[in-house]
T-cell receptor
C-alpha cells in the first residue's frame, strides 16, 4: 500500500534555531513530491515540487531535498511567521496525490 | 487576481439535510479536486474532474456527489448518506490532471459542522 508519513508530528523551535522536517514514502513509481504550508483554518499554500533524487529547491529560509525514500524540509534560522503545518504529498505515475498527515511547527520568539 | 474561491467559509448541516459547497476557479485549469481534511490525518480525495462533464470517484466518495457543468466550477454536495460530515473541505485545481505531475493549488476551504 502506498504510504506517506511525516515526522515529527509537532515541533517547537526557538526563533533562529534551525531544524528539519521529514517526509518518508513507500510508493512505487514516484512522479513528484510536493511540499505545502498550511496556516490554521486556511487552504494549503504550495511551496516546492521535487521530481528526482538529489534535487534541491530553496525559498527564503526553506530548503527541500529529495532522496529515493524520503524528503527533508530544512528550516534555517526560523522566525515566528514560519509557524504553520507543513504537508508533503507524493504523486505516483498515473495516479493522484497521497498526502502525509503533516508536521505542526511552532517557532517561539 | 487569479485564484480559487470557496463558499461559504462555514456551513451548518442539520441531520438529514443535503448541503452544497461551492468551488470556483479563474485560473483556466482543466482539472479540479475535492478533499476532506480531518485532524491528524492527511487530505483524502473525494472526487476529481479532469474535464467538463466528466468526474471520477476518489478514495472516500460515498455520501458525496459532484457536477462539472462549467470549466470554472466544481460544486460538492454532501448528502444525508454521509454520516460523519464534520470536516474541513478543500477544493483544488491543476492546469492538467495531477497524474501528469502538475501542481495542485488550493482554495481557502469550507468548514462543515453538524447541528
Amino acid at each position: 500500500e502506498d504510504q506517506v508519513t511525516q515526522s515529527p508530528e509537532a515541533l517547537r523551535l526557538q526563533e533562529g534555531e534551525s531544524s528539519s522536517l521529514n517526509c518518508s514514502y513507500t510508493v512505487s513509481g514516484l512522479r513528484g513530491l510536493f511540499w505545502y504550508r498550511q496556516d490554521p483554518g486556511k487552504g494549503p499554500e504550495f511551496l516546492f515540487t521535487l521530481y528526482s533524487a538529489g534535487e534541491e529547491k530553496e525559498k527564503e529560509r526553506l530548503k527541500a531535498t529529495l532522496t529515493k525514500k524520503e524528503s527533508f524540509l530544512h528550516i534555517t534560522a526560523p522566525k515566528p511567521e514560519d509557524s504553520a503545518t507543513y504537508l508533503c504529498a507524493v504523486q505516483i505515475y498515473g495516479q493522484n496525490f497521497v498526502f502525509g498527515p503533516g508536521t505542526r511547527l511552532s517557532v517561539l520568539p | 487576481d487569479g485564484g480559487i474561491t470557496q463558499s461559504p467559509k462555514y456551513l451548518f448541516r442539520k441531520e438529514g439535510q443535503n448541503v452544497t459547497l461551492s468551488c470556483e476557479q479563474n485560473l483556466n485549469h482543466d482539472a479540479m479536486y475535492w478533499y476532506r481534511q480531518d485532524p491528524g490525518q492527511g487530505l483524502r480525495l473525494i472526487y476529481y474532474s479532469q474535464i467538463v462533464n466528466d468526474f471520477q470517484k476518489g478514495d472516500i466518495a460515498e455520501g458525496y456527489s459532484v457536477s462539472r457543468e462549467k470549466k470554472e466550477s466544481f460544486p460538492l454536495t454532501v448528502t444525508s448518506a454521509q454520516k460523519n460530515p464534520t470536516a474541513f473541505y478543500l477544493c483544488a485545481s491543476s492546469i492538467a490532471p495531477a497524474s501528469g505531475g502538475e501542481t495542485q493549488y488550493f482554495g481557502p476551504g469550507t468548514r462543515l459542522l453538524v447541528l
